[in-house]
């Protein structure tokens, strides 16, 4: 319900509710403020899962696990970071968001370049590594695994 009105409405009761990402990023690239991660609506980790089920669950339909449309109200859409407990799934959401691709040109949970993107996510938690993989990290793997490919994501 709350959903379907947020996707009716693009603000609330005439407040463009995307000012409030806007005022975040304003104090932390202007005012030098670093913004706590866990902040509700604003931090770094807002909206962030963990878990491959609720990847899958983001993938198939985002209305079951987001309250709200976060991407119409906080230009903010849901996001996934991804570990050896976010499966396939959690790798497709993350590829489709970073790089913001277009319906027609989503990858999902049975992609080759998906697979080849877990298969060394697995090596790297098989070898020791504990910490959740960054930005940076998955996008290498990802370039590396289009390359071999001949996808072009961009």
Do not use: C
Request: hydrophobic share 40%.
């Amino acid at each position: 319900m709350v959903f379907e009105y947020a996707q009716l409405r693009g603000t609330l009761d005439g407040m463009d509710t995307t000012v409030i990402t806007e005022l975040a990023e304003y104090y932390e690239k202007e005012i030098g403020y670093r913004v706590p991660s866990r902040t509700p609506f604003v931090g770094r980790n807002f909206n962030v899962t963990r878990a491959g089920i609720h990847a899958d669950g983001l993938l198939k339909n985002e209305e079951i696990y987001n309250v709200f449309d976060t991407e119409k109200f906080l230009n903010r859409p849901p996001l996934v970071a991804v570990s050896n407990t976010s499966g396939l799934a959690g790798i497709a959401h993350w590829i489709n968001t970073y790089f913001h691709l277009t319906e027609e040109k989503q990858v999902d949970k049975t992609s080759e370049l998906v697979g080849m993107v877990k298969d060394w996510v697995d090596e790297e938690y098989e070898g020791g590594r504990v910490t959740v993989l960054t930005d940076e990290e998955l996008i290498e793997a990802i370039d590396r695994a289009a390359g071999e490919l001949g996808i072009q994501l961009t």
